[in-house]
């Protein structure tokens, strides 16, 4: 991928991270975190609604995205970066987390997947 591709591509995504804001905001989160960076990872979206504590890798792809566009790599890269989250913060016990994949497109409606993968399945590994 020459320069000027990865450049599109980071606007495309930081795009669709704008979207996917709006979106979340709308379905009645609240954004705590936009590209929380960790030594381990990124995590594009923190919200939380509710009892829950969210934790949202936001893919968007000119074709339409797919749950498949998030590898077992990435999963298990982000839910260590929840990990150091969690750890740097004063959070209830009453919070639940979810990793969640929010699927985004050119005239498509988002595609919110809820649960999409957990700590237990991708930590540690």
């Not at 989250?85 to 595609?111: K, Q």
Request: one cysteine or more; charged letters at 30%.
């Amino acid at each position: 991928m020459n320069k000027s591709s990865k450049k599109r591509a980071e606007r495309s995504g930081r795009f669709g991270e704008i979207i996917a804001i709006f979106w979340l905001r709308l379905q009645g989160y609240r954004i705590c975190e936009i590209r929380y960076k960790t030594p381990v990872g990124e995590i594009d979206l923190i919200a939380k609604r509710g009892k829950w504590l969210v934790f949202v890798e936001v893919k968007w792809r000119k074709t339409g995205a797919s749950a498949f566009d998030v590898s077992p790599h990435q999963a298990n890269r982000i839910v260590r970066a929840a990990e150091l989250y969690l750890a740097s913060r004063a959070v209830s016990n009453h919070v639940e987390t979810r990793f969640d994949i929010l699927l985004l497109g050119p005239w498509r409606w988002p595609r919110h997947i809820t649960g999409a993968f957990d700590a237990d399945t991708w930590g540690n590994r």
